[in-house]
């Protein structure tokens, strides 16, 4: 005869309040960085063997905010967050589109200024599409797994205090 092994349920995993003053912090520094990402993702970028785009350091930091924001306050926060720098990036998109759009100096200052801020500006927009759809779908997905690791273990994915930083849920291995 075996008997079953039974394992103790976790308690629910405990989350910060958004009240935190820490909160609206990372939310403006993950939107922030994930906009400049956008716009340095423009730029083609060469070292060595390795060929990138300007923005190749700073889209992972944005992952890993979402993760500390996933972590910290779980997943129905963490979504709002992702929302909000999804609707951030879309707004900053835009505005790019109407600046660019709006009628320059007719002098040659004027003309050449114009020419530089649609090479670094124009292509932004595509880039955000395809940046912020990838975004939105690996990053909710990344919260909703970091939070249900933490619901499972009843800790922290990397086995230190939910505020440490860390690198993202996805590179995590048990």
Do not use: H
């Not at 926060?77 to 709006?102: D, E, G, Q």
């Not at 292509?123 to 933490?150: C, D, E, Y």
């Amino acid at each position: 005869m075996t008997s079953a092994k039974t394992i103790p349920a976790a308690a629910p995993p405990k989350f910060a309040s958004i009240g935190s003053p820490y909160f609206g912090i990372m939310l403006a520094v993950m939107a922030v960085v994930l906009i400049l990402s956008n716009i340095g993702a423009s730029k083609g970028v060469a070292i060595g063997p390795i060929i990138t785009d300007g923005g190749f350091f700073l889209f992972p930091l944005a992952y890993i905010l979402g993760d500390v924001i996933s972590e910290v306050y779980g997943f129905k926060v963490a979504r709002k967050a992702i929302f909000t720098t999804f609707a951030l990036s879309v707004f900053a998109s835009l505005c790019y589109w109407v600046i660019i759009a709006l009628p320059g100096f007719d002098d040659d200052f004027g003309a050449a200024k114009q020419s530089a801020l649609e090479g670094a500006l124009g292509p932004v927009p595509q880039i955000v599409l395809a940046s912020l759809l990838a975004f939105l779908a690996g990053q909710t997905i990344n919260a909703w797994i970091l939070v249900k690791m933490k619901a499972r273990t009843g800790r922290s994915p990397s086995g230190r205090a939910s505020w440490v930083p860390r690198w993202p849920a996805n590179s995590w291995t048990p």
